[in-house]
């Protein structure tokens, strides 16, 4: 079973995105999540390495998302050859542990990207933590695309829709 998060061809769900760049630490890289009239959002933007920059990131509004059973993130994405991260937050916080999984969609073409539950690693400000619990799914807060690993230059990351895939509820045999 699959649920939808957040469905790009309605052109209100870009307004609960926010950029959050290197410039937090002094550098010029800078990013948006914008609509696009054809239904879906581009996370598109530059990554400068002035200034010991060197990533650039997007963030919906704090808001419920956790759900429980979560096997999967699913995301509809055209690539542009370069990598990317999905990132997930358990708080409504601006700093602080998130979990990372990285995906590498193809350029030019729409294709569905599946991140497992499992695949995601804690990390604070690009550094592992190893001390932190597992990603709990039904304690999601906040959602986020990045663009980071040395990638200066342009890059533009269309997306239709993030849905999760839930684990399906096994039936219980009644008794006779």
């Known amino acids: 079973m699959t649920s939808v998060l957040f469905d790009f061809s309605d052109p209100r769900s870009v307004a609960l995105w926010n950029p959050i760049n290197d410039e937090v630490m002094g550098g010029r890289s800078s990013s948006q999540l914008r609509y696009d009239s054809i239904d879906h959002a581009v996370f598109t933007g530059h990554v400068s390495f002035d200034n010991d ?50 995906f590498d969609p193809p350029a030019g073409i729409w294709t569905t990207c599946r991140l497992a539950s499992g695949d995601f690693l804690p990390s604070w400000r690009g550094r592992p933590v190893p001390d932190a619990p597992p990603l709990d799914t039904a304690c999601v807060r906040q959602i986020g695309l990045m663009i980071a690993d040395r990638q200066e230059g342009s890059f533009a990351l269309a997306l239709r829709w993030i849905s999760v895939e839930i684990a399906h509820a096994k039936a219980v045999p009644r008794s006779a």
């Open 53 to 102: 920059g060197g990533f650039a990131s997007v963030r919906c509004q704090p808001c419920d998302l956790g759900v429980n059973g979560v096997t999967a993130y699913l995301l509809e994405v055209r690539g542009d050859g370069k990598c990317y991260k999905f990132n997930l937050r358990s708080d409504n916080g601006f700093d602080g542990v998130n979990y990372q999984a990285r």
